[in-house]
């Protein structure tokens, strides 16, 4: 590991006070990463990305004010053209996060992980391993994806059932068990629980807890059928 | 107020003729000041951001072909990481634009309102005082939010009856009244209005105004019940 | 045409290996253009564009591993601030690529059409003359757009019936039929054809092929009416 200074070049990034670098990272142009971040051995960092941005709340956020952490990318971690990481992430080992995506403060995800292009993992957030989240996802705040999870295109969750208006209750994000099936589209209401092996239908609207290993479709989203043992995932991987 | 020239290094932010900058502006790298835009005292101008950016309008926009006026930005405004904000729009005092957000020319977003990340705000749209709008929101052209307003993430606001067929038509876009709630993926068809203090619950199609002081859900959006007194916004701020 | 080299200013587009440009580019700020890129006479290159970005695919990813061609931009293409087109794209003439939005490998864009916002056309997309997709669209791998098709914002392709689980099985995009319009935040299942002419309301979710020339709404869409003579495209172009 090495420590870098200040920005040199154009076709080099501008680097942080702090910044660690592992061996043979690659940097895109135009790069900009903040204070004491670390990234580390063999990760990818594409043209015009943010690493290490330090929060900005609203003065109405329910975000935690405590200054966080360092963003700690471990090795082999991709990160996609255009992308935003905040400080006080951290990205496990061959995590990929897509182009123009957004991952915010105290979110984890795990290794050999993969966020889409344009995806939103709000602060907070849990994301396990050999996940997929698929383009133009919105994971709100303390949402939990355990391992294995699929997430299409577009999927909405959410965590406030009042909007705004009880500021003093919890925030209750989606609780995604391991190796569920999201579709795209997809809109989860607060809390909402989806169990493991558990498959909604893309254009759902999911009031209630989904069972584990049920079809769901319709808005509000109904159990449709069992999902049958040749479709578990221990059959496709 | 200063009057600042061309670029200079590559950590300094390229200004473009006639940006007027007030005291204590901060920005971070890789930022873009398109001519004769004005930055307010106290404004905080994040990486990679566009501002002032001239309008490019396809051949068969309905947009305005006038040359906007400069971006106006007042003071306490901060515009997030990969945003772009056009010329012509004006951004109240305490404004935030969020991160890789959208603001096209002649809107206006009050005082102290907060446009989420990745949200797109067309053109000619008015926003009040104090609203909230949440992550990739779409506010279509000539849409009108009133003060206080709660927009969920991904909301969706369309204005145009006959998608591109009938161009001599006019286009009607959104009206949210005073401290209404629109839920996370709600569509809003073309020229509904949603009446003070009503809430729209998350993915509602609404094809149909709705009545103040009401709830409504569903595809399409029907009346569900009333809003109770102890649920107007005057009890929770 | 004439072939440049390296980087030189931060205020000149960072011009990979062997890029062709065209008589009359004009570049905004903070340009990165990769390799082999072939820019034709009269293109406009705004602020923070990234051009013939090479593809990085994870590892589970089903879109081809070969080395794509380099990107072709016809002449008179606009490409809008902070957009991402891969290697391997093609652009036709006069097209335009709104801003933040994202363009894959190997798809074709063909002439005069428009791609709006923030959409996503992913790999191996085929996108006709004259065609005009709004705001925040996605368009899944393989999916075909025919000519002076519609999309209105949001509206969200698949192409996955089993969400990763059977990867030896084709993927099947969404086709779209000559002037067919699909309404926002409609969502596609994966492999339905819309017909010629055919109209998607708005917030539908389409689980069957649509019939040329009717009009579909709901969830799962149904057939509403007709679509009148009165209203084909022939009669409002």
Same mark, same amino acid.
């Given at each position: 590991? +090495? ?34 971040? +670390? ?21 109405? +956020?329910?975000?935690?004010?405590? =200054? ?9 971690? *991709? ?10 992430? =951290? ?15 105290? *979110?984890?995800?795990?290794? #050999? ?37 699929? @997430? ?42 989806? #169990? ?9 609207? @999911? ?6 290993? !049920?079809?769901?479709?319709? !808005? ?18």
């Amino acid at each position: 590991m +090495s420590v870098a200074g200040g920005p040199v070049d154009p076709a080099l990034p501008r680097l942080g006070e702090g910044v660690q670098l592992g061996e043979g990272v690659t940097f895109g142009a135009y790069v900009v990463v903040h204070a004491g971040t +670390s990234i580390g051995a063999g990760c990818a960092i594409e043209d015009h990305v943010t690493l290490g941005k330090p929060p900005r709340l609203s003065a109405h +956020s329910q975000a935690s004010r405590a =200054k966080p952490d360092a963003l700690l990318l471990d090795a082999g971690v *991709s990160v996609g053209t255009g992308a935003v990481v905040f400080a006080g992430a =951290k990205l496990g080992a061959g995590a990929i996060v897509g182009d123009q995506a957004y991952v915010r403060e105290r *979110s984890r995800i795990g290794a #050999g992980s993969v966020v889409g292009r344009g995806t939103v993992v709000d602060n907070d957030v849990t994301i396990g391993e050999r996940v997929r989240v698929q383009t133009d996802v919105y994971l709100t705040a303390r949402s939990i994806v355990e391992d294995d999870v699929f @997430v299409g295109p577009r999927a909405v969750t959410t965590n406030d059932q009042t909007m705004a208006r009880h500021a003093g209750e919890e925030l209750r994000g989606a609780l995604l068990r391991r190796a569920c099936r999201v579709g795209a589209a997809a809109v989860l209401l607060p809390g909402v629980e989806v #169990g493991e092996e558990a498959f909604v239908a893309a254009g759902s609207v @999911v009031t209630r807890d989904v069972p584990a290993r !049920t079809l769901v479709m319709g !808005t509000p989203a109904r159990v449709v059928r069992a999902i049958a043992d040749a479709e578990l995932l221990e059959n496709w991987r």
